[in-house]
């Protein structure tokens, strides 16, 4: 057997819920700086910052379905001001590893588009904390390795 993962081998929840995806995109980005001191013209260290994760999903719509404001994704236009965050897990199907998890997702962009057949949307986001299956973080939501320990 293959250790290659495909989509197709992939499940998808956002609030505890299965969705249709399409396709899945996260991109985390560092926010290193450097340092300098006074007799050196280049940098001298690269000093950590922060981590911030923005993504991508493309979802089908489906008939009745409310969109991703009836799935408690986004809020409606007149309810944007008490929108809530809400929470993506990917797992592999065959092993059940977690791929992609974040509890304090927010929206940033939608847009739809209809097709040959299908309804489907870019939903564009970003999330506060992230993990995988890497051997240092959990599998349990809010108690990963970027979590702060109060």
């Not at 819920?17 to 980005?29: E, H, L, N």
């Not at 001298?44 to 719509?61: A, D, K």
């Not at 965050?85 to 940033?108: E, H, M, P």
Request: aromatic letters at 8%; charged letters at 20%.
């Amino acid at each position: 057997m293959s250790r290659l993962l495909t989509g197709a081998q992939t499940v998808a929840h956002i609030n505890n819920k299965p969705y249709a995806m399409a396709s899945f995109d996260w991109s985390v980005s560092y926010q290193r700086r450097e340092a300098h001191c006074v007799d050196w013209l280049g940098p001298v260290e690269l000093i950590p910052g922060s981590q911030t994760v923005h993504g991508t999903m493309i979802i089908y719509r489906l008939r009745g379905d409310g969109g991703i404001e009836s799935a408690g994704i986004a809020g409606t236009q007149m309810d944007s001001s008490v929108e809530k965050y809400f929470s993506i897990l990917v797992t592999d199907r065959i092993g059940g590893a977690t791929l992609f998890q974040a509890d304090r997702c927010s929206v940033d962009s939608q847009s739809w588009k209809i097709g040959r057949g299908y309804v489907m949307g870019t939903v564009s986001f970003t999330c506060i904390n992230w993990n995988n299956e890497t051997p240092d973080s959990t599998n349990r939501l809010g108690q990963d390795r970027n979590t702060p320990n109060p």
